[in-house]
């Protein structure tokens, strides 16, 4: 299990130092900002819709290695996903994090697994969240400012 928890260890890293996705785009049809007063993360997340899938999602911003982790990480899993897919993985991510039941089983995390062991520090779980909640508000609401206080 050790080797486990240092591979998923290292995947946050890489994630953190190297973020995928990491861009502006203020054209994006929805754009959402977040905050985390607790820690001082800020996360910018910018989403372009083609139909009913997300043709294309970035974010930006700055904040602990693992809100900037987590953002990277889902930016990479939901780029192609169709809303409803989109919206099972954020519901997952949040279980998982907070609960650690998953209410779509059928919903594969892949990579995403790697945050799980968030969970153990709960402090930290708002750092994890703090981009998918801010996906979401770009989502379903177009343009809005989410906190996790």
């Not at 790697?114 to 379903?140: D, M």
């Amino acid at each position: 299990m050790a080797d486990l928890d240092d591979l998923y260890r290292e995947m946050i890293l890489d994630h953190s130092r190297n973020p995928r996705n990491f861009r502006s785009n203020e054209a994006a049809a929805g754009i959402a900002h977040g905050n985390n007063p607790l820690c001082g993360d800020r996360v910018s997340v910018f989403v372009d819709l083609d139909g009913d899938s997300i043709r294309d999602i970035s974010f930006q911003g700055s904040g602990c290695a693992i809100c900037t982790a987590s953002a990277s990480l889902m930016t990479q899993a939901l780029k192609g996903a169709t809303r409803r897919r989109a919206q099972f993985l954020f519901e997952n991510v949040h279980h998982m994090l907070t609960d650690g039941k998953l209410p779509h089983p059928e919903v594969e995390l892949g990579k995403l697994h790697v945050l799980e062991g968030v969970r153990e520090f709960p402090i930290r779980v708002k750092c994890a969240t703090l981009p998918w909640h801010t996906f979401h508000s770009a989502l379903t609401r177009g343009s809005e400012i989410v906190s996790t206080e």
